[in-house]
């Protein structure tokens, strides 16, 4: 079969064309590390390695919801403990006044320090975080979590305003956290508190009196109430902490097997690369040697 000049000249063309396309592949895989630079280089493992990206995607952002979650928890701890101390010596107060020996001028004398705890343990409650929401009024972030009718009478001042709804967040795949806690049991003990003070701050007051007694023993009870509500907050607050801590650590772990795990799918084996390149240029040689000399026949050159 006899083939045109033209028609020669074309299919060599291609054909070197074609091998200095693979010739250069080979060296920018070399040059860059890379085994796939193109989805055709292997269809399969650029598949893979497409979902392994997604995943540690989804991993990072599971990491990031478990930092700030964490320090959310945190704020949530230290205003809990805060107010555990406040507690604390309201309970000593309550014990202190409800002895008999004490003078209507030493009763008078506690209801000041228990005014200045009764107001810490409001402003705890209504703490905010750094963006000005606040802490303990469940999903209802940007309502105070206890309102204070000042026009109100003793004992009915202090209301609970948010909710009990939980804030969740994704820490895992179909794993979710609590990111808040409420008090609603605040405004109870807050208004026991505004009445015991409303007592002791009364002119002549006697603890011996049965209608003071039956004050202050409320509010010495509804302390010990909150206290032991509190205290299990806090005890879940460390719970969460350590479930928290420990979400972060398998995270951690599972994306660096990934990482290896990519780096083995996409690295290239450069022994193998070398091989390939050499084999490319020895063929690439051949080729254009012998479109060279098939290139310089004629029939005059065989006269």
Do not use: C
């Amino acid at each position: 079969m006899r083939i045109a000049t033209s028609q020669y000249h074309m299919t060599m063309s291609q054909t070197l064309a074609a091998a200095q396309a693979r010739l250069e592949h080979v060296m920018q895989q070399m040059s860059t590390g890379q085994r796939l630079l193109l989805p055709s280089d292997d269809p399969v493992t650029t598949v893979r390695l497409s979902r392994m990206e997604r995943e540690q995607a989804a991993l990072a952002q599971y990491r990031d919801n478990v930092g700030a979650l964490s320090v959310r928890l945190t704020q949530n701890e230290t205003a809990l403990d805060s107010t555990l101390k406040d507690m604390l010596q309201v309970r000593d107060l309550m014990v202190w006044a409800s002895d008999g020996a004490n003078t209507a001028d030493d009763l008078n004398a506690m209801a000041g320090a228990l005014v200045s705890l009764r107001d810490s343990l409001y402003y705890t409650a209504n703490s905010r975080d750094q963006e000005g929401r606040y802490l303990f009024s469940g999903t209802l972030s940007t309502t105070a979590t206890i309102a204070l009718d000042s026009t109100a009478a003793a004992g009915s001042r202090y209301s609970f305003s948010g909710n009990e709804a939980k804030q969740q967040v994704v820490v895992g795949n179909n794993i979710t956290q609590s990111a808040n806690v409420s008090l609603p049991e605040m405004a109870a003990l807050l208004n026991r508190l505004d009445l015991a003070v409303a007592q002791l701050q009364t002119a002549g007051v006697n603890n011996n009196d049965p209608a003071v007694r039956a004050v202050l023993k409320d509010a010495l009870d509804g302390t010990d109430e909150a206290m032991a509500s509190v205290s299990a907050k806090v005890a879940g607050l460390g719970g969460a902490q350590n479930i928290l801590s420990t979400l972060d650590e398998t995270h951690g772990n599972v994306g660096l097997a990934a990482d290896q795990a990519r780096i083995t799918l996409s690295q290239l084996d450069y022994g193998e690369a070398a091989i390939r390149l050499t084999g490319y240029q020895t063929a690439l040689q051949a080729t254009q040697k012998a479109y060279v000399r098939v290139a310089g026949l004629s029939l005059f050159s065989q006269l």
